[in-house]
């Protein structure tokens, strides 16, 4: 069966901590996909990721193939990162499944 | 750009009765995808389509049907909707397909209720 796990799946953190989101699957992917929800429903893709490490601006994704396992890290958070963090997976073709999102709260 | 635009934005429908919902993307996009999202539960792909005239069954295709006459446009079809589909849905787009890592960019969500 091909499963998604998010952990945590809510998270409220102090402006300026540093943040990790994890993500583990089942069995070998293809590629791993980190998107926000925002509250008002949109969503955004953040990275697309099939080995190693990519950054954008405060936001860090990494993927671990031999493991399994992927992490979101924000630096100084800030409120406005306040999100829904949803990671999905594609074994193979085009297909993805998503796991069910961990909520972020960042507090002032 | 407008990029991905879905209409309508919120649609209630009694059991029984048919609808199509829109996405229309401007980007030049091949593929396009149609999810649900429910509480609780991640997107679950309903169908998706990898050029103009073709389409595929994603996870949760039963009671749903799909057309892609133009390159921009995918319709998502409801012939007889049940409660079992009140859901949110979400139209998504992308250059190529997930083996060739191009993101999806989504529209931002119909709000369906069924009674």
């Known amino acids: 069966k091909n499963e998604v796990e998010q952990s945590p799946q809510n998270l409220t953190a102090q402006e300026g901590e540093f943040i990790t989101i994890n993500c583990s699957y089942s069995v070998g992917i293809s590629a791993l996909h980190w998107l926000q929800q925002h509250p008002g429903g949109g969503i955004v893709s953040l990275f697309m990721l099939s080995s190693g490490k990519k950054k954008h601006g405060r936001l860090i994704a990494t993927i671990n193939i031999q493991e399994k396992h992927s992490s979101l890290h924000i630096t100084a958070s800030h409120p406005r990162d306040s999100a829904v963090y949803i990671c999905a997976v594609a074994f193979t073709g085009n297909q993805f499944y998503f796991g069910t999102g961990t909520s972020l709260t960042v507090i002032p | 750009n407008a990029g991905v635009t879905q209409t309508p934005k919120f649609r209630v429908l009694k059991t029984g009765q048919s609808m199509t919902l829109l996405c229309a993307q401007d980007?030049?996009?091949?593929?396009m995808y149609w999810y649900r999202q429910d509480p609780g539960m991640g997107l679950r792909l309903i169908h998706y389509?990898?050029?103009?005239?073709?389409?595929a069954k994603g996870e949760v295709p039963d009671g749903y049907n799909v057309s892609r006459l133009k390159k921009q446009n995918f319709l998502l079809g409801l012939e007889s909707a049940a409660p079992s589909q009140t859901s949110v849905y979400f139209c998504a787009s992308s250059y190529s397909g997930v083996q060739d890592s191009y993101i999806q960019y989504f529209g931002a969500g119909t709000r369906l209720s069924v009674l």
């Open positions: 980007m030049n996009h091949e593929y």
């Open positions: 389509s990898v050029g103009e005239g073709t389409t």
